[in-house]
């Protein structure tokens, strides 16, 4: 694919009009932003017009058949990432999918393999692993600077960030709450820091006491997820709340490694992100910078000087930024995907296994989905 690629949005919510669009316009001279498509007629034509978007639908269909992109980003909310991208792989457009890709294991299973049969590219947005303080842990992990992985744990907390637009608060439309919208991203990255082994078994636990019945309890957008403001902000009901806004659990991988972590969008604890990785010539203490090991006969705590000359530190979804040039590298020059099928897939089971543990109480094996 040599000329510019052509490219279409379906949805023009937050994070397409605050990620994907602005990391396409980055990309002006490889690639052509033609359409973007939106149930919500007011969005769709307020995005193109932001943006300076040619052509905007509410039939995403008829999007497809006329524009014929070569790429689409699908950034509805996560109930309609399957249908969507197997619409879009079906017009013989390669996806990049917001996450997580979809509702369940089998279906995230399937749409990839429909992507295999379409001869497409299919790529999961966890674009947390951009982040400057992951690849530093990858580069330490992959120079065997860490000695054997056999220990890992993150928490991500909100104390008050349920986000307050969108559909994320329905179990229908998201699949589940906290961990389908943070820890999907903290799951994907210490996985990926740690050469992404498989996962075995894991036991979960979830909650939802504070939310519905919470109403007027005040917090920022920011810390609901949303730094750069919103696009159609719907007022909060929390009535209407059916998903956990805490998850914490116990993973198994590979090689006997052990896994702990804890996320939420509300608990009565501090906010927090914490993420260590324990190997067995060093650990990492990835939200502090700290290496702790030993020098001699001497316990040591080791500062990495980390510059941080990335130019586009201060866009809030750089992550996008790198993404998006890395598919427009594979499509153009065949370069390798950062993010690939069989890691996703992996996120997904454990996903779909933690819920199955949280609700019926029990360890659930990764062979259960076989
Ligand atoms: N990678 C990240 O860092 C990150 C951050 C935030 C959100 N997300 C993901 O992005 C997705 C969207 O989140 P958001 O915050 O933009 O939500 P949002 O509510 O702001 O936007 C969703 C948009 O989708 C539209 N829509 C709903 N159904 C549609 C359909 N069938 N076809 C076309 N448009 C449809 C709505 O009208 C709305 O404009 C979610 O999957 C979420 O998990 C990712």
Redesign the pocket.
């Known amino acids: 694919m040599a000329d510019k690629i052509r490219v279409a949005v ?7 009009n605050a ?1 994907h669009i602005p990391a396409y316009r980055h990309l002006a001279d490889r690639v052509e932003l033609v359409a973007v ?4 007629p007011v ?1 769709a034509q307020q995005t193109a017009e932001r943006h300076g978007i040619p052509n905007w639908y509410t039939d ?1 269909e008829q999007m497809l058949r006329e524009q014929k992109p070569d790429l689409v980003s699908v ?4 109930r ?2 399957k249908e ?1 991208t197997m619409l879009a792989l079906s017009y013989g457009c390669n996806v990049a999918c ?3 890709l979809a509702l369940t294991y089998a279906d995230t299973k399937e749409m990839f393999d429909y992507a295999g049969k379409q001869g497409k590219m299919l790529i999961a ?1 966890q ?2 692993r951009y982040d400057r303080q992951f690849s530093v842990a990858r580069e330490f992990y992959d120079n065997g600077e860490l000695g054997r992985i056999y220990y890992s744990e993150f928490s991500c907390i909100r104390r008050r960030g349920i ?1 307050k ?3 994320f608060h329905k179990k229908e439309m ?1 699949g589940g709450g906290a961990l ?2 943070l820890g999907v ?1 903290l799951l994907d990255a210490i996985l990926w820091i740690q050469g992404c082994p498989k996962f075995e078994s894991i036991t979960g636990a979830s909650s939802a006491c504070l939310a519905r019945k919470e109403k007027d309890i005040i917090t920022s957008l920011a810390e609901s ?2 730094p750069s403001g ?3 902000a719907r007022p909060y009901a929390p009535e209407e709340f059916n998903v956990e806004e805490f998850a914490a659990g116990s993973i198994r991988l590979e090689g006997g490694q052990f896994m702990n972590f804890k996320t939420s969008w509300a608990v009565n604890l501090p906010p927090e992100f914490r993420m260590n990785i324990c190997g067995d010539k060093a650990g990492y203490l990835v939200a502090d910078n700290k290496i702790l090991s030993t020098m001699g006969r001497y316990q040591v705590d080791i500062e990495p000087k980390i510059f941080d000359e990335d130019p586009l530190k201060d866009e809030p ?1 750089s ?2 930024f790198y993404l998006m040039e890395n598919i427009v590298d594979h499509l153009q020059h065949d370069a390798e995907l950062f993010i690939k099928p069989e890691e996703t897939l992996n996120v997904a089971k454990i996903i779909d296994a933690f819920y199955i543990s949280a609700a019926e109480g029990r360890e659930v094996k990764a062979s259960e989905f076989d």
């Open positions: 379906i949805s023009a919510g937050m994070i397409a990620a498509s939106d149930t919500n969005s995403t950034c509805t909310p996560n309609f990432h969507n917001e996450k997580p947005c674009t947390l986000p637009w969108g559909t998201n389908c919208d991203h997820g949303a919103v696009f159609n979804f992550g996008h």
